[in-house]
């Protein structure tokens, strides 16, 4: 799986960065949204807690995908901004079964 950045845009009034990717996986499954967030923090050098994975499109019929992702300051604003499904699928099953 290779991902380029397409685009990366401050936002300052939600103090986040937000990111647009692209996802190729030529002979490969489509990748889950934890791959992602995983390579994601390795090529940006960001806080794995911090980064969240909004979202992945996939071309029909093609080993591509488009996403939208976003490295928030601080967890604080990460939890009052962020739904909370989408910190629950931006988060790993070892973490959640500890929460219960």
């Given at each position: 799986?290779?991902?380029?950045?397409?685009?990366?845009?401050?936002?300052?009034?939600?103090?986040?960065?937000?990111?647009?990717?692209?996802?190729?996986?030529?002979?490969?499954?489509?990748?889950?949204?934890?791959?992602?967030?995983?390579?994601?923090?390795?090529?940006?050098?960001?806080?794995?807690?911090?980064?969240?994975?909004?979202?992945?499109?996939?071309?029909f019929?093609?080993?591509?995908?488009?996403?939208?992702?976003?490295?928030?300051?601080?967890?604080?604003?990460?939890?009052?901004?962020?739904?909370?499904?989408?910190?629950?699928?931006?988060?790993?099953?070892?973490?959640e079964?500890?929460?219960?």
């Amino acid at each position: 799986m290779e991902i380029n950045i397409i685009e990366e845009k401050e936002n300052p009034l939600l103090n986040r960065k937000e990111i647009r990717f692209e996802c190729l996986y030529e002979g490969e499954s489509t990748p889950k949204v934890l791959e992602v967030k995983n390579k994601l923090v390795a090529m940006l050098d960001a806080d794995k807690d911090l980064l969240v994975v909004d979202k992945i499109d996939q071309g029909f019929g093609e080993p591509r995908a488009t996403g939208y992702a976003k490295i928030y300051e601080s967890a604080e604003k990460l939890t009052e901004i962020e739904p909370e499904h989408v910190i629950k699928k931006n988060t790993e099953a070892s973490e959640e079964e500890e929460e219960e």
